[in-house]
């Protein structure tokens, strides 16, 4: 919000500040409210968001998410940051503690750990704006005020904010570089931590009026300033972040500093950087999505406010570049962006791995927002289609319906194995995920001149001004269920205003932005509008069906979009997909899991002309429309040497039902596999899963692992090579240099023989120093195996090791790492 469209208080909270732009203010109002001076307002968005407080929702799918996010998610966040060290170091750096407990250690394993701090006072700030009751409210905020107490004293006397230096600790972390910002363009991560308090300091400031943390955000953005511009220092964001929040804090304080700045850090990018974090060419002549994909959607993010607010930037035609080129050949079915893990980024077009598909919950969220963005630029219903389908798919698979467990990466296919762990070592999901949740409401109304656009639909109200009067629109929906909407118009007195329906692409048979997905076929049935009852047919701008008339009390409109069960197929040139088809219903994309099939649903083929049936059951999965069909199951044939594999390799199959739930919905019963894509025939089958080994029954132990990833070590998936990390080796990030194990525990002894390992090697991990094995013995000690052979550390192929058979409840690997890089096993057989 510009501060003078904003209809905060904004001003009479800039007369209590000494900050120099109160007198622009006040000389841009003056100067405005002269006689026949037409005001000059500053470049900002067309379209205007809902304002969240004036979002009432009633729905049964996102009102109880929003709840849960406020009862639960916010709360488990929190007490998180207090269990791993996160609100620690800030104690640490502002020195708060008494006598013994206050430490000069860095608690936790990374410096950007700052910014989870940050997104949580987001979150909390976004759920004060949907909250209605006091009590809730009262609670949050003192919890919120608690920490930016902290923060404040955390701050040095500079306006510099950054715990890993700022408590002096005896080993500062690697990453942060032993001057400030000297690492910035690497990894320090000093600038994407500020990024997130300027989004949390206006979002708490526009929730409850209070200024406590805008005001360190504004002395930390001063002194960027006079470091930056004044003291000319030529540094670029290593991970970007800080651009849209520097054009943020513009917005709430009229400050043009802020906007120089984010321009400047914008303008120093590239070139000769990595494509890593986007600094291989200047953002301006960027037309591809490379590297790291959260990075990514916050920088193209920042280059769309800055194209917005300084128009002479023209950064806006390079983002309309790397937007087609992402939706042409970068996105997955489910709306996620970033096909690899090795760079937690985008790959090569078209290569978009189901299995492996790393989809971060945080690019999604990055991806949500800049599509919403866009959106307000141009008034196009395609990016609230592709916000829509993230939203309902990629992103809300990121947290259990729980709201305290959490995906990092959201595959399209599961081998086995995967749960939502409750944090993550890297935890920058989690505290997203919580304020991006009560952000929704913003998401589904706007406004812009005399128009109002319904973008999302759910049961509710919103109230907004348009054409000088308040329009309160109500919606009577079982969305995303069902696509009978029922419109109430309200406006407090009669008024001529365009309402704007967004027909969805996939009522009207677009199954994607671009041609990567398409629908198998046709549907017939339309969509319609009535208004008062009588059918109308509503011109389409924009992918909006347009209503364009004198509203009065009372008048309401019936849009129905009919939600058909469709199949969706790939582009040809993602070969992964060659001869599958998904299974879409209104904007959810369906998947198939374990939990309800005896076979596996990654050898089931369904025939596109089957027929589906459905119910929407209540009880399960918190509420989801289910739906199943006939299917076929195969087993794996004697040769498997070519894709497809000839036919005649089959034998037929005893058909089965494959029963399909929303995708966001899976792994909340039980790990098990789980895919997105089906084949349409048995040669088109990529997996047969093989027999498990000994290791399946072991349950894995270790002396420490990265993100909960011990149970990788025995998940039976083989790699194609030693970087071939996917999301499924075992990872022992950050160590380096140090002695660890690994134990793999039987319940009863096991007759052993040999192992087979597979190390972990790519541009982050290394293959270990030295290794050996150990059995245990009937009294629980652990004693070395009689080996026949050597303890071989090749990469790109498992190492064999032979032994003098032993019967044993445990076999164990102590290995020293490498001093250059952590290590990792991404699987580990026993036989
Ligand atoms: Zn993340």
Request: charged share 20%.
């Amino acid at each position: 919000m510009h501060p003078l469209r904003s209809s905060r208080p904004y001003l009479l909270a800039s007369l209590r500040s000494s900050r120099p732009y109160v007198l622009t203010y006040l000389t841009f109002l003056l100067v405005s409210l002269l006689p026949g001076c037409t005001p000059k307002t500053s470049p900002d968005y067309p379209i205007i968001p809902a304002e969240i407080s004036q979002v009432t929702l009633t729905d049964s799918f996102w009102a109880p998410r929003i709840q849960r996010d406020i009862e639960i998610t916010i709360p488990a966040v929190l007490q998180k940051l207090y269990e791993t060290g996160r609100i620690r170091n800030f104690q640490n750096a502002g020195k708060v503690l008494q006598g013994k407990s206050q430490s000069e250690e860095f608690c936790t394993a990374f410096p950007f750990d700052d910014s989870d701090v940050f997104k949580l006072i987001d979150a909390g700030a976004y759920a004060i704006l949907n909250l209605k009751g006091k009590a809730e409210r009262t609670k949050l905020e003192l919890q919120i005020d608690s920490l930016i107490r902290l923060i404040g004293a955390a701050q040095e006397i500079d306006g510099y904010l950054y715990t890993a230096r700022t408590m002096k600790p005896k080993v500062i972390p690697d990453m942060s570089g032993k001057e400030r910002f000297i690492n910035e363009q690497e990894n320090s991560h000093e600038l994407y931590n500020l990024g997130h308090l300027y989004e949390a300091a206006c979002t708490y400031y526009e929730a409850t009026d209070k200024k406590i943390l805008l005001n360190i955000a504004t002395r930390s953005a001063d002194f960027l300033y006079k470091v930056f511009i004044e003291g000319k220092l030529v540094r670029y964001p290593g991970h970007e972040e800080i651009e849209t929040g520097l054009a943020r804090l513009y917005r709430t304080t009229g400050n043009p500093h802020y906007l120089e700045l984010s321009n400047y850090f914008l303008e120093v990018r590239g070139p000769g950087g990595l494509d890593y974090n986007q600094a291989h060419i200047k953002p301006l002549e960027q037309t591809e999505a490379v590297g790291h994909a959260v990075r990514g959607m916050y920088l193209y993010s920042g280059m769309t406010e800055l194209g917005v607010l300084k128009p002479d930037t023209v950064y806006l035609k390079a983002v309309g570049k790397i937007w087609n080129d992402i939706v042409r050949s970068k996105t997955y079915l489910t709306g996620g962006v970033g096909s690899k893990s090795s760079n937690e980024g985008f790959g090569d077009p078209y290569d978009l791995p189901n299995h492996t598909a790393y989809c971060e919950t945080c690019s999604s969220i990055g991806f949500i927002l800049w599509n919403e963005r866009m959106f307000r630029l141009t008034g196009d219903s395609k990016y609230m289609d592709l916000l829509e389908k993230t939203l309902y798919n990629a992103f809300l698979s990121g947290i259990a319906l729980s709201g305290d467990h959490f995906f990092y990466p959201n595959p399209l296919e599961s081998w086995g194995k995967k749960v939502r762990p409750d944090w993550y070592a890297c935890a920058c999901c989690p505290p997203n995920v919580a304020r991006l949740i009560p952000m929704v409401p913003r998401f589904m109304y706007a406004r812009s001149g005399n128009k109002i656009f319904l973008n999302l639909f759910a049961s509710g109200k919103a109230v907004l001004k348009v054409a000088g009067t308040n329009f309160t629109i109500g919606q009577e929906t079982r969305y995303p269920w069902d696509g009978k909407v029922e419109i109430a118009v309200n406006p407090e007195k009669s008024a001529q205003s365009a309402i704007l329906l967004r027909i969805p692409g996939w009522v009207v048979n677009q199954a994607f932005a671009s041609d990567l997905y398409s629908f198998t076929s046709a549907s017939g049935k339309k969509y319609s509008v009535s208004i008062n009852g009588e059918p109308y047919e509503a011109p389409i701008q924009n992918g909006y069906a347009a209503i364009d008339r004198k509203w009065k009390k009372g008048d309401k409109i019936l849009l129905n979009l009919p939600m058909t069960v469709r199949l969706v197929e790939a582009n040809a040139k993602v070969t992964v997909d060659a001869g599958k088809v998904a299974v879409q219903r209104g904007p959810i994309i369906y998947c198939a899991e374990a939990a309800d099939h005896d076979v596996s649903v990654l050898t089931m083929t369904i025939d596109t002309t089957t027929i589906f049936n459905g119910i929407y059951q209540p009880d399960l999965l918190n509420g989801i429309y289910k739906m199943a069909c006939l299917a076929n199951s195969f087993s794996k044939p004697s040769s498997l040497a070519s894709r497809p594999h000839p036919l005649t390799s089959f034998t037929s199959s005893l058909p089965h039902i494959l029963t399909l739930i929303p995708y966001f919905a899976w792994a909340n019963r039980a790990s098990g596999e789980m895919a997105v894509w089906f084949a349409t025939a048995p040669q088109y089958i990529t997996r047969f899963p093989e027999p498990p080994g000994l290791e399946a029954k072991a349950k894995g132990s270790a002396s420490y692992a990265y993100d909960n990833s011990i149970p990788y070590l025995n998940d039976g998936i083989d790699p194609v090579n030693s970087a071939d990390r996917g999301n499924n080796a075992f990872r022992l990030h950050p160590h380096k240099g140090t002695d660890e194990w690994i134990a793999y525990e039987f319940d009863q002894p096991q007759k052993l023989s040999s192992v087979k390992v597979y190390w972990l090697e790519d541009e982050s991990y290394c293959l270990p120093v030295s290794w050996k094995l150990s059995y245990k013995k009937e009294d629980g000690s652990w004693a070395p195996v009689d080996s026949f052979s050597p303890y071989l550390i090749e990469k790109d192929q498992y190492n064999e090791v032979t032994f003098v058979a032993v019967k044993t409840t445990g076999l164990r690997i102590d290995m020293k790492l490498n001093q250059v890089g952590p290590g990792g096993i991404i699987e580990w057989k026993v036989n």
